[in-house]
């Protein structure tokens, strides 16, 4: 089998701390290697429409969401896992080149749903083929079913991260309340 720079790294940490056990970085290390490789390759694939893969994620979830293309920012912040400041401004840059636009929620006369405007629509649907043929490209060295474990192992690890990340939030959240009221 072909090694890595990974299992470099991990044959050194067993030879200096023979006490630890470093084999979860057989996994984690090469993750977030995929992720960099991953992200630079779609940015690529998507330099043609004027794109990042951020702007594309953005888009498509709302083209995912089917006529009339509108959700609220809470939703679309829910589906492109980003935090309420990162999300006013990635719709402020798309709203700015003309492929979002902010109307008035019908059923919360506070509230605002983020529409794909004409443009936006179709460049997303241009980009999504660019996109999947970016996304086979780099898994083409899988059969059907080794994707499909893969998925369901990659499945599993990213709810079990995403779970343990909510009980260390929900967590934090107690302690800290918790030591205001103690303060007090």
Same mark, same amino acid.
């Given at each position: 089998?072909?090694?890595? @720079? #990974?299992?470099?790294?991990? /044959?050194? %940490? +067993?030879?200096?701390?023979?006490?630890?056990?470093? @084999?979860?970085?057989?996994? #984690? @290390?090469?993750?977030?290697?995929?992720?960099? $490789?991953?992200? $630079?390759?779609? !940015?690529?694939?998507? /330099?043609?429409?004027?794109? *990042?893969? %951020?702007?594309?994620?953005?888009?498509?979830?709302?083209? &995912?969401?089917?006529?009339?293309?509108?959700? @609220?920012?809470?939703?679309?912040?829910?589906? #492109? *896992?980003?935090?309420?400041?990162?999300?006013? +401004?990635?719709? !402020?840059?798309?709203? +700015?080149?003309?492929?979002?636009?902010?109307?008035?929620?019908?059923?919360?006369? &506070?509230? #605002?749903?983020?529409?794909?405007?004409?443009?936006?629509?179709?460049?997303? =649907?241009?980009?999504?083929?660019?996109?999947?043929? =970016?996304?086979?490209? +780099?898994?083409?060295?899988?059969?059907?079913?080794? /994707?499909?474990?893969?998925?369901?192992?990659?499945?599993?690890?990213?709810?079990?991260?995403?779970?343990?990340?909510?009980?260390?939030?929900?967590?934090?959240?107690?302690?800290?309340?918790?030591?205001?009221?103690?303060?007090?």
């Amino acid at each position: 089998m072909e090694r890595d @720079s #990974v299992d470099l790294f991990i /044959e050194q %940490w +067993n030879r200096q701390r023979p006490d630890l056990d470093p @084999s979860a970085l057989g996994v #984690v @290390s090469r993750v977030l290697m995929l992720a960099k $490789h991953l992200e $630079h390759s779609a !940015d690529r694939a998507l /330099e043609r429409f004027e794109l *990042t893969l %951020w702007q594309f994620d953005v888009l498509a979830a709302l083209r &995912r969401a089917g006529p009339p293309f509108k959700l @609220s920012p809470t939703r679309l912040m829910q589906l #492109v *896992t980003l935090t309420s400041g990162a999300m006013t +401004n990635r719709i !402020d840059r798309l709203e +700015n080149l003309r492929l979002v636009v902010r109307e008035a929620d019908p059923e919360d006369r &506070r509230g #605002v749903q983020i529409a794909l405007t004409r443009e936006g629509r179709k460049l997303v =649907d241009e980009a999504i083929a660019v996109r999947l043929d =970016d996304a086979r490209r +780099n898994i083409c060295g899988f059969s059907a079913s080794e /994707e499909k474990s893969l998925a369901g192992l990659l499945r599993r690890l990213l709810l079990a991260t995403t779970r343990t990340a909510g009980q260390n939030a929900r967590h934090t959240a107690r302690k800290r309340i918790a030591g205001r009221t103690a303060a007090r």
